[in-house]
């Protein structure tokens, strides 16, 4: 294993603010990873965190990161932390943080093959289990890595990346892909943006389901909090902001009004969140110690006494 990675916890005091936690509350830290957000959190006093990671390296070595009998971890998706709350009896809780996408120890541990700034297999799986993405990469036609690329990484040259993968195939090293990536799209050294970043991060996204597991997520978590309990959402691009974006604002009664073609809604249930602050992003101070945060915004909304929406599309 490579060297444990520091880990810089994005808008944490922005993060805690939104939570507005009170001493002997219970919080959900739903993406433990390194566990910034749980420690800042026991450190105002909170009666109880529950962590969440489908990541078992986070889980093995969180106990050791934060050593306190307050903390639970729990080895899952956060997509199911209202079936496992309900289970050990816990609930409705106070707080929720969720911060989405990779984490800096995975990014960092060139063994997961997360990133190309460091050569390491093509694995890129949270959970470390199920393909891996060079399995995917080495299985997966044109057409469908050329859909995953598009989709998932918003990249204009998606067929042509495609079709360098599959004529390079098979792939095994994180080195290999961004090379090819870069040559099928022309980059050169000291370009201001580099094209692997989208390609690296639409099949990570793909691997790991993780725009659907956002989803569900937010809808578990509207599960899981009490009246008045406070949800704050931590994303990293726009997929994600989009998702959490219409999320609050159908759920808080902002869905957009009816036109002629598409006439407005009514059967909607009552609003489950109110008090939708507005997107707060990384501060100067912030991005000049942590050049990661640079694409962060933070949403964050307060639980209403309404019950919860019985899906994510909004049906009563």
């Known amino acids: 294993?490579?060297?444990?990675?520091?880990?810089?916890?994005?808008?944490?005091?922005?993060?805690?603010?939104?939570?507005?936690?009170?001493?002997?509350?219970?919080?959900?830290?739903?993406?433990?990873?390194?566990?910034?957000?749980?420690?800042?959190?026991?450190?105002?006093?909170?009666?109880?965190?529950?962590?969440?990671?489908?990541?078992?390296?986070?889980?093995?070595?969180?106990?050791?990161?934060?050593?306190?009998?307050?903390?639970?971890?729990?080895?899952?998706?956060?997509?199911?932390?209202?079936?496992?709350?309900?289970?050990?009896?816990?609930?409705?809780?106070?707080?929720?943080?969720?911060?989405?996408?990779?984490?800096?120890?995975?990014?960092?541990?060139?063994?997961?093959?997360?990133?190309?700034?460091?050569?390491?297999?093509?694995?890129?799986?949270?959970?470390?289990?199920?393909?891996?993405?060079?399995?995917?990469?080495?299985?997966?036609?044109?057409?469908?890595?050329?859909?995953?690329?598009?989709?998932?990484?918003?990249?204009?040259?998606?067929?042509?990346?495609?079709?360098?993968?599959?004529?390079?195939?098979?792939?095994?090293?994180?080195?290999?892909?961004?090379?090819?990536?870069?040559?099928?799209?022309?980059y050169r050294q000291g370009q201001k943006s580099d094209p692997a970043t989208r390609t690296f991060q639409a099949i990570r996204i793909h691997l790991n389901a993780e725009l659907d597991e956002l989803e569900q997520g937010l809808v578990a978590a509207e599960r899981s909090l009490r009246p008045g309990g406070r949800l704050a959402v931590v994303t990293f691009h726009s997929l994600e902001d989009r998702i959490v974006k219409r999320f609050f604002r159908e759920r808080s009664g902002g869905t957009p009004a009816g036109s002629r073609h598409r006439p407005e809604r009514r059967d909607l249930p009552e609003p489950s969140f109110g008090q939708v602050a507005k997107p707060v992003s990384p501060s100067e101070r912030e991005l000049a110690v942590n050049p990661r945060s640079r694409s962060a915004r933070l949403r964050s909304a307060v639980r209403s006494a309404a019950p919860a929406w019985q899906d994510k599309g909004g049906r009563a």
């Open 1 to 186: 294993m490579s060297p444990r990675a520091a880990h810089v916890p994005v808008l944490l005091d922005e993060v805690i603010g939104a939570m507005a936690l009170q001493p002997g509350e219970t919080a959900v830290d739903g993406t433990f990873g390194a566990g910034g957000y749980a420690r800042a959190m026991l450190a105002v006093g909170v009666g109880r965190v529950i962590g969440f990671d489908r990541d078992p390296s986070a889980i093995a070595e969180g106990r050791s990161l934060v050593p306190d009998p307050r903390l639970t971890l729990v080895e899952e998706r956060f997509s199911q932390m209202d079936r496992v709350l309900a289970e050990r009896g816990i609930g409705p809780v106070d707080a929720i943080a969720l911060d989405i996408g990779v984490s800096s120890m995975q990014l960092d541990r060139a063994e997961r093959g997360f990133a190309f700034s460091v050569d390491g297999p093509l694995d890129m799986r949270m959970s470390q289990s199920g393909p891996t993405a060079a399995e995917f990469l080495n299985q997966a036609d044109e057409t469908e890595i050329a859909r995953i690329l598009r989709e998932y990484g918003e990249e204009p040259r998606a067929r042509t990346i495609a079709r360098a993968i599959v004529a390079a195939r098979p792939l095994e090293r994180t080195a290999e892909l961004a090379a090819i990536v870069r040559r099928a799209t022309g």
